[in-house]
């Protein structure tokens, strides 16, 4: 199985840019579809950018779309989340994961969870 680290995550201003970085170890990275997800205080953890194995394809939540955008390096296992236009509400835990079926949105269908990384951005 996969595990994924998430680093990058920090405090920034609205309008500002960060950019969030997934390092996979484990199983074979570039099989898999990964996916970013978000966690805020109190609420349940949502999607927000999933990319296929190959970068073919990529989906992304309605809030994050335009703003956001998820890349990925099989040759050295890391994916990134480059977040521009940042919100307040964009603040939140955010995390990486993989799964193994083509288009996966759900939380359930991925697995290689990280510790997240926090991302609070400020009015």
């Known amino acids: 199985q996969v595990q994924l680290v998430e680093s990058g995550g920090g405090l920034v201003q609205a309008g500002g840019s960060l950019r969030l970085s997934c390092d996979a170890s484990g199983r074979t990275f570039s099989s898999n579809m990964m996916g970013w997800f978000r966690q805020a205080p109190g609420k349940e953890r949502e999607f927000v950018a999933a990319i296929s194995w190959n970068s073919g394809f990529t989906w992304y939540a309605e809030s994050v779309k335009g703003r956001f955008t998820i890349s990925r390096d099989n040759t050295k296992n890391t994916g990134l989340l480059q977040m521009n236009s940042l919100r307040p509400e964009d603040t939140a835990v955010y995390y990486c994961?993989?799964?193994?079926?083509?288009?996966?949105?759900?939380?359930?269908?991925?697995?290689?969870w990280g510790q997240g990384t926090q991302v609070t951005v400020s009015s």
């Open positions: 994961a993989a799964a193994d079926f083509f288009g996966a949105r759900q939380v359930r269908q991925y697995s290689g």
